[in-house]
């Protein structure tokens, strides 16, 4: 008699099928994972290059620094690597951050922020509101387990945000622009993304149309009713992956017919603070980087007491800190940036009569006049 000797389905027992359905599932669930990832890094440098024609910053291959600037200081690897080994906790806190979750207003007022943690912020400007760097996501990588985690949680929701009259981005960083962030904004909003030249690319192929996008130069202008966002030079560099300064890196001038704000996103300290003061200032209020500084990349990030200075290079009234509290990018004690903030705005030529501080909690909306009190206390 002639025997079967091939496969058959039924012949598989039910814990044979299972393991092959759980085989199959982490098969597809790593697909879809890498796809992901693959989608957050972004447009890959071939597809980028033709939008950056005709900047004079663009050397042909990528974006440069007007000043010459190094991510890392050469020979510094051992030293970086000593420091990951001994950074233990020194960044993080021992209690939970305090967050206050402050809803913005019907209306728009004069001038007001809403700090998220980080650079995310609502500015407040003559009856706008502006959304910054807006980063929802609990991890700043392209990956949603791997990567710098939230010190604390988001005070508030995406969709609680007021209906928005531009969405700015300064850079293409995971800590400054997020993909999950974005595609929720797509659909909550109607407000147009103004951008560096190249990040255009990325928000297209992510969902957002053409016609919400603007990209822009530094010194280059875009006007919604009464407001314009000026593009201004920042110090910085920028890559979603392996290769680096395919997009331009920016900071922003934010000026309404009563009042004017910077945004300084992500940047090291560089001479042009005092043109783009003259130029576009004074500014009623600057939100300045004071954290994930380090000896071994000076060039690229601020420290509290460049800040001042930029500060008051650009003819600022109050000064907010930003880009501190929210991730551990660095291997400075958490709350140290402000507390070194505070000490460099009390020192002799930079007092609080000139450099008056604003500090918000999370979630908090402030206004200017407002007291600094040290609610990081709480958290050590």
């Keep these: 008699m002639n025997k079967d000797h091939g496969f058959h389905p039924s012949a ?7 393991a092959i359905g759980v085989v199959a599932a982490a098969g597809l669930s790593l697909y879809r994972s890498a796809a992901d990832i693959m989608n957050a890094l972004g447009v890959p440098r071939s597809k980028l290059k033709k939008s950056h024609r005709g900047s004079r910053h663009f050397d042909g291959t990528s974006f440069q620094n007007v000043l010459a600037s190094s991510v890392l200081v050469p020979d510094s690897f051992l030293s970086v690597g000593a420091a ?16 206050l979750h402050d809803r913005a207003p019907a209306t728009a007022a004069d001038l007001a922020v809403t700090w998220y943690g980080h650079a ?7 009856g706008h509101f502006i959304l910054a ?3 929802w996501s609990e991890r700043v ?11 604390h949680p988001v005070p508030v929701s995406l969709g609680s945000l007021p209906p928005l009259t531009a969405i700015i981005i300064s850079h293409d960083h995971y800590d400054h622009l997020d993909l999950p962030t974005v595609q929720t904004l797509v659909h909550t909003q109607t407000a147009p993304f103004v951008v560096p030249i190249g990040i255009g690319a990325h928000l297209r192929q992510w969902g957002v149309a053409a016609n919400r996008i603007v990209e822009l130069d530094w010194n280059h202008q875009h006007g919604i009713g009464d407001l314009t966002l000026t593009c201004t030079e920042a110090r910085h ?3 979603r992956g392996l290769t680096r300064n395919d997009t331009l890196w920016a900071s922003w001038a934010l000026a309404g017919p009563r009042h004017r704000v ?6 090291g300290y560089t001479p042009a603070f005092v043109e783009i003061g003259a130029k576009y200032g004074p500014f009623d209020l600057t939100l300045m980087p004071i954290g994930a500084y380090d000896e071994n990349w000076p060039d690229i990030h601020m420290n509290p007491e460049q800040a001042v200075r930029a500060h008051l290079d650009l003819r600022g009234r109050y000064l907010l800190p930003i880009h501190w509290a929210t991730f551990n990018l660095a291997f400075h004690a958490w709350a140290e940036p402000v507390e070194r903030l505070l000490t460099a705005a009390e020192a002799p030529g930079a007092g609080l009569g000139s450099v008056r501080l604003l500090v918000p909690q999370p979630g908090q909306r402030i206004t200017p006049g407002d007291a600094v009190w040290p609610w990081w206390n709480e958290a050590k």
């Design 262 to 267: 910077y945004f300084g996103g992500d940047t």
């Design 120 to 126: 995310s912020a609502l500015i407040e400007l003559d």
């Design 12 to 18: 598989l027992t039910w814990k044979s099928r299972a």
């Design 237 to 239: 560099f920028s890559g």
């Design 84 to 99: 990951m080994l001994r950074r233990g906790r020194t960044g993080k806190p021992h209690h939970p951050i305090p967050l």
């Design 141 to 151: 990588s392209p990956s949603p387990t791997i990567g710098p985690k939230r010190l």
């Design 133 to 135: 760097d807006p980063v």
